[in-house]
């Protein structure tokens, strides 16, 4: 689940620079500048395996991942599917819950990553790595960039969503120097958000950095459902477990 996923592939494809561009100028704009935006970052402690209590059956309210849940997200030519599976990993030594993010680009698949989350005691979403497939215009598996795993040494597991968010709260998603180094920061609370498959008033919205490629999105998570925004992607269809 990369920051940089939609915006560094589709860089060049009509509307989708303009919106990304958008976005950053947006952030200038209001006097939000890269470096000022994620200072401070947590302390992303909660979610180190060697210390803390986790489980696979994630319920933080804006990010629950039940088994039988999917949430279906489209625009801009994108459609993704994520999608809690009745199925359980082991890494750095804690349980997880794997979760499937299929994604296509004007009718063509373009990647499916297996990602890995467990909940620490406090509520906080842990993220454990993704295993990745690239997929070329003709359908077959053309590199596996970005994927990682904790293994409780170089690369560790970063927070996802915090047990209780907080405005101006920044934190590392993904800690794997040089493969994947995903920063989040929540800048508003409680914003009403109108997409295709409603409207919601309990929300998360954040802004997503990817410090290796200098691409910022920004997604937006409502309490009860997940990711609703991600982008000109939104949400068209919740399946409930």
């Known amino acids: 689940?990369?920051?940089?996923?939609?915006?560094?592939?589709?860089?060049?494809?009509?509307?989708?620079?303009?919106?990304?561009?958008?976005?950053?100028?947006?952030?200038?704009?209001?006097?939000?500048?890269?470096?000022?935006?994620?200072?401070?970052?947590?302390?992303?402690?909660?979610?180190?395996?060697?210390?803390?209590?986790?489980?696979?059956?994630?319920?933080?309210?804006?990010?629950?991942?039940?088994?039988?849940?999917?949430?279906?997200?489209?625009?801009?030519?994108?459609?993704?599917?994520?999608?809690?599976?009745?199925e359980v990993r082991t890494v750095a030594g804690v349980e997880t819950r794997v979760v499937e993010e299929y994604e296509e680009i004007d009718g063509s698949v373009v990647e499916i990553s297996r990602n890995f989350f467990a909940q620490a005691e406090d509520g906080t979403v842990c993220y454990f790595g993704e295993e990745v497939d690239m997929f070329d215009e003709n359908g077959d598996v053309s590199s596996h960039g970005g994927a990682w795993l904790a293994d409780g040494d170089r690369y560790r597991p970063g927070i996802f969503m915090p047990g209780s968010p907080q405005v101006d709260q920044a934190f590392q998603q993904e800690v794997a120097p040089g493969a994947a180094e995903d920063?989040?920061?929540?800048?508003?609370?409680?914003?009403?958000?109108?997409?295709?498959?409603?409207?919601?008033?309990?929300?998360?919205?954040?802004?997503?950095?990817?410090?290796?490629?200098?691409?910022?999105?920004?997604?937006?998570?409502?309490?009860?459902v997940g990711l609703i925004v991600d982008e000109a992607a939104e949400l068209t269809e919740f399946v409930p477990a």
């Open 1 to 86: 689940m990369r920051s940089d996923r939609r915006t560094g592939r589709v860089g060049g494809r009509p509307g989708r620079t303009a919106f990304v561009l958008g976005v950053l100028v947006a952030l200038v704009a209001s006097g939000c500048s890269k470096a000022s935006s994620f200072e401070n970052l947590m302390d992303i402690g909660v979610c180190d395996p060697d210390t803390g209590t986790f489980t696979s059956e994630v319920d933080n309210p804006y990010f629950p991942l039940p088994v039988g849940q999917q949430v279906v997200l489209e625009g801009g030519g994108v459609l993704v599917r994520i999608t809690p599976l009745d």
């Open 183 to 224: 920063q989040s920061k929540i800048v508003s609370l409680g914003e009403q958000t109108e997409v295709p498959g409603g409207t919601f008033d309990d929300t998360v919205v954040m802004l997503d950095r990817d410090p290796l490629s200098g691409g910022e999105d920004r997604k937006v998570y409502a309490k009860g």
